[in-house]
């Protein structure tokens, strides 16, 4: 996914020789890579690109940043936003997060920050002793697509930029009893109106959705024919949103909304397809048959299909006798 700077969000699978990744582990120091005032609070902040401009010449490569990120970035017409050697079009103003602990490379040392509007950094020490502490990781939006924004209307735009401003309003007064209160309840709001957005987004997207269904179906058609089952293994839901540069919760979220089903189901679904035409067209055994489908072990294929199909695959080959 992209991050509020604009930088992208490596995944985790990256093996850890590859970059030596510094960790950012306070808003302070972050704000000093930025060349940003102080916080006023060690554990949230807000940055206003219209007073600031956030300049990424002294940010590591790759880093890990220890606190959540949102962002604001609005429409700007021809606009693009870098990620690894490509770019993205960022006509349509939108949110984008980042969790806690992921890797985010920077894009070319010394470029200037102009996409995000709104730049919430939050530390999770922020909600202790609040249900949000809990709650927001169950957000699916914070492990986005890493080439999608959570795309907004003009009016939900407006929404989004006025608890921006409620909280920019509350961090700029004198820290008080009730100012965490305050800060936390809006964090909350705003979360729950991305949560909106995030679900509406599966409605008002079904054409590049449905596009999406279909490249994963012929992702997995190309998995099995060409064996990489058998050096590989079953596919994984890893594997398959990697493939599709969208997050595992993005394509397990997006697959719910329009089937009613997980990509976990898909991938069994797509093995019992598979199993089934090799158990009735081939002389192939059930142990040769699981192989082939990616299994270590026949028992695991052997539970897998009794599951799906209530009979065992020899029962379903001797059906054809």
Do not use: W
Not at 32 to 59: E, K, Q, V, Y
Not at 88 to 115: K, M, R, S, W
Not at 138 to 145: E, K, P, R
């Amino acid at each position: 996914m992209l991050n509020v700077a604009g930088y992208a969000t490596v995944r985790g699978s990256m093996k850890k020789e590859d970059v030596a990744h510094v960790n950012v582990k306070s808003l302070s120091e972050m704000h000093r890579i930025f060349g940003l005032p102080a916080p006023t609070h060690p554990l949230i902040s807000l940055a206003d690109s219209a007073t600031h401009r956030l300049i990424s010449i002294n940010m590591p490569y790759s880093h890990i940043r220890n606190f959540y990120t949102i962002s604001y970035k609005p429409g700007i017409k021809g606009g693009r936003v870098r990620y690894g050697q490509g770019y993205y079009d960022v006509d349509g103003g939108g949110l984008l997060f980042a969790a806690p602990n992921q890797i985010v490379g920077n894009p070319v040392h010394g470029e200037v920050e102009t996409c995000a509007l709104y730049t919430l950094l939050i530390h999770p020490d922020f909600f202790l002793n609040y249900p949000l502490a809990k709650k927001i990781k169950q957000y699916g939006f914070f492990s986005y697509a890493i080439n999608e924004t959570l795309h907004l209307s003009e009016k939900e735009q407006a929404t989004i930029v006025a608890i921006f401003k409620n909280i920019e309003e509350e961090l700029s007064h004198r820290i008080d009893d009730v100012s965490q209160d305050v800060i936390v309840s809006q964090v909350e709001l705003l979360l729950s109106y991305a949560n909106r957005f995030y679900k509406r987004q599966f409605v008002t997207r079904k054409v590049v959705d449905n596009d999406l269904v279909q490249k994963l179906d012929d992702l997995l058609e190309e998995y099995f024919d060409s064996n990489k089952s058998i050096r590989q293994g079953v596919p994984t839901v890893h594997y398959l949103s990697e493939k599709l540069s969208v997050s595992p919760s993005y394509l397990s979220d997006m697959l719910r909304a329009h089937i009613g089903q997980n990509t976990q189901y898909i991938i069994q679904q797509k093995i019992i397809e598979k199993a089934k035409e090799k158990l009735s067209a081939t002389t192939l055994s059930v142990s040769e048959v699981a192989y082939a489908l990616g299994f270590g072990h026949s028992q695991s294929f052997n539970k897998l299909f009794k599951a799906k199909m209530r009979m065992s695959p020899l029962e379903f080959r001797r059906s054809f006798s």
